[in-house]
Structure formats: C-alpha cells, structure tokens
C-alpha cells in the first residue's frame, strides 16, 4: 500500500493519470446527477457519440493531433448534437429516448467512416486516433490534466453559479417557467455543460464508456439520499474514487487498460450501493420485511444510530 502510495505521487504517468481520472469522476458525477434525475440517462451515450466525427473532422481540417484541438472538435461536434437532438424533441413527435437513439447512430456512424476513411488514406500520421473509441488513459500527460482542471473547473463554476435555476429546471420545469426562467436555454446550457464531461472523458476511457461515468456515479449515490446537494457531493466523491481506483488497479497489472478498469470500478461501487445503501439497499430492505414480519417495523441503519446516540 505505501508503494503503491509513493508511487501515486512520484510516478510521472501514475500521477497524471490519477488526477486527470478523478477530474472526470468530479465532473461527470455533478452533471451526471442532473441527467439522471431528469431521466435522460442516454443523454451521455449520444453526446459521447456525437463527438466522434468532430475528431475526425478537425483532424481532416487541420491534420493535427493535438488533443486541444480534436477536443475542440469533439465539443464542437458534441454541441451540434446537443441542439440537433432539442431541435427534434421540440419540432416533431418523437419522445426524447427515440431522438437520443437517432442523434447516437447518426453521429457514430458518420464517425466510423470518417475513421475508417482516415484509417484507409495510408497518412502516417493518423496513428492513435482510434484510441478515442475507447479512451488511452495512460497517454495523459500534465497539459492534458491541466485542460481537464480548466475545462471541469468551468464546468463545475457555471453549476454552482446557476445551481438554483438548474434545480428548478430538474425538479419542476414548469415551476421554473412560471417565474420567467427560460426553461430552454437553460436546458441548452446544462446540455452544453455535460458535452464538457464528454470531452474531458474521452481521452480517458473514450466514446464507447463514457456513458458510465454520466450515469454510475449519480446513480450509486441516488441509493444513499433523498437530497440533491448530498446526492451531488456523493456522486462526485464516488466518481473521484473509481477514477483513482481504477487507475491504480491497471497500474498493478501489466496490460490491464485503464478506462474499462474505472469503469469496473464504479460498477462495484454501484452494485454495492444498490445492496448495502441504508435507505435503499436490497440487503437493508430484505433484513427489513424479514423483522417485520418477525416482530414489527424495523428502523434503518441511520434510525438505530440516532436513538443509540440520544440515550443518555
């Protein structure tokens, strides 16, 4: 454990790799709990997908590799999306889970030719680009942290500043517009904000993943509370913890990639969420019906601390 430690802050890629992985975890876990909680749990999966052709095309464009700029293609593409898929739910009759699964394989599939275009024009220097499918965590390096902290930071600011109207948006839309919020472009910039967790996720565990990280930390810390603002820390800390987590464990076996690691990671915490959480647990919950039919209602784990801790 203390090598494991020592190595967390001095190993160069370790470290890099560490934080730019619990970066994303803090920052999918905030936004992914709006998505959630607003039933769009696709949203992430189609905005990661439309965010392939955007890599492809700025690197057509400019024959650059450089990670700033196929993210900013990425975002680009990603926000494209985002208004193409509210332009569908407002303009006709689909429900919004349809529009989300036509945006996703439109956009995937023109990125998988526009990869495979790429990949087919013998250009030496298209090399490494597919690693965006699945994400190459090991290849960050300081600038890319950096973006990430800059980008995330953004992000997270933007949340805390419109935190009220957000919450309305999430809970009572019609509420909010009431009281003379536009309701659409505050869905636009919320929308918008999650294609900032989607760029940030894709060098780390790419396209095909990043949907988990929207989702699993939100979810898992759904399990815990009933309240927005603790849900939204839980879901940070749990993203931040499959982040590092997952890191570490692709660092103690050779060949183990990082991304789908963090993504087990997170799965095992939302598993076990879903079984030991409290309120909501399967365990708690069967433990529960068993001493009620027993002898009466049994009180939650929390219950039980709180009168232990008011004897005198």
């Known amino acids: ?28 876990g905030v936004l992914g709990t709006f998505a959630l909680l607003r039933r769009q749990g696709l949203l992430g999966d189609a905005l990661a997908h439309a965010a392939l052709p955007g890599i492809c095309l700025a690197f057509l464009l400019t024959g650059s590799k450089a990670p700033i700029v196929l993210l900013l293609g990425a975002g680009i593409a990603g926000w494209v999306g985002t208004m193409l898929l509210l332009l569908i739910v407002r303009r006709t009759l689909l429900s919004e889970d349809a529009a989300l699964g036509i945006v996703l394989s439109t956009f995937f599939g023109v990125g998988v030719t526009l990869l495979t275009f790429i990949n087919q024009r013998g250009d030496a220097n298209q090399a490494g680009l597919d690693k965006y499918l699945f994400g190459q965590a090991a290849a960050l390096v300081a600038r890319d942290v950096i973006t990430f902290a800059i980008l995330g930071g953004a992000a997270l600011l933007l949340v805390l500043l419109f935190s009220k109207e957000f919450t309305l948006l999430t809970f009572d839309p019609a509420f909010a517009s009431s009281l003379g919020f536009g309701t659409t472009r505050l869905s636009i910039l919320l929308t918008s904000l999650i294609v900032v967790a989607v760029v940030i996720g894709l060098q780390t565990v790419g396209v095909v993943l990043m949907a988990a990280m929207l989702i699993g930390p939100a979810a898992a810390a759904r399990q815990w509370t009933n309240r927005l603002a603790p849900m939204i820390a839980l879901s940070a800390l749990f993203g931040a913890t499959a982040g590092v987590s997952g890191a570490l ?4 076996r050779q060949g183990l990639p990082t991304g789908p690691t963090i993504v087990l990671t997170l799965t095992a915490i939302v598993f076990g969420s879903l079984l030991f959480a409290p309120a909501r647990g399967l365990v708690w919950d069967r433990l529960r019906q068993r001493h009620r039919a027993l002898s009466g209602p049994m009180p939650t784990p929390v219950a039980l601390v709180e009168s232990e801790g008011s004897r005198p």
């Open 1 to 28: 454990m203390s090598g494991l430690l020592r190595d967390l802050l001095f190993d160069y890629t370790l470290r890099n790799v560490a934080l730019g992985s619990a970066l994303l975890g803090i920052v999918s």
């Open 249 to 252: 464990l692709s660092f103690t």
